[in-house]
């Protein structure tokens, strides 16, 4: 028997905020993000949490819009996270890939609820930061021939 298709949290978030005129808040938003929970660390044993899947800036920019209250300033405390981890860990591109971080299933979890336990500890952001730049760089860093300039307008 085929599963069912599933779709990552923040582009199903992003859509029925968008969509739905109630949107997708309180407990409709909790069993949303247990399901999600339940789905990627019971089920899938956590496997390919760094890796965000296609156009990760373009849904990344998709979900941070539809955030509400508390949501936004947690993302931008995340964001802050990776810029510093990032920064320390000597990569290019901090301001895009602390934008697709925000898809990061952990760290969509605490945007969503609070819920800080997948979240990394003090140093831990640069190690979480160079796997996430890593895996996820096509996507996102910048074309071999940009300069620092260009980059930062991009």
């Known amino acids: 028997m085929d599963r069912a298709r599933w779709y990552d949290l923040p582009t199903v978030v992003a859509r029925l905020r968008e969509r739905r005129k109630r949107g997708c808040f309180g407990d409709d938003l909790a069993a949303l993000v247990d399901a999600d929970t339940f789905e990627r660390l019971e089920i899938r044993g956590g496997q390919d949490e760094l890796f965000l899947g296609d156009d990760a800036l373009g849904r990344s920019v998709d979900f941070y819009a539809a955030l509400v209250g508390e949501e936004a300033p947690r993302a931008s405390a995340v964001r802050r996270e ?68 260009q980059q930062e307008t991009a």
């Open 82 to 149: 990776v810029r510093k981890g990032a920064v320390s860990a000597g990569l290019i591109g901090v301001d895009r890939l602390s934008q697709v971080a925000l898809l990061q299933p952990g760290i969509v979890r605490y945007i969503l609820t609070g819920q800080a336990d997948e979240l990394p500890r003090g140093d831990g952001w640069r190690s979480f930061t160079s796997g996430l730049w890593a895996v996820n760089a096509p996507d996102w860093a910048p074309k071999p021939m940009e300069t620092n300039e």
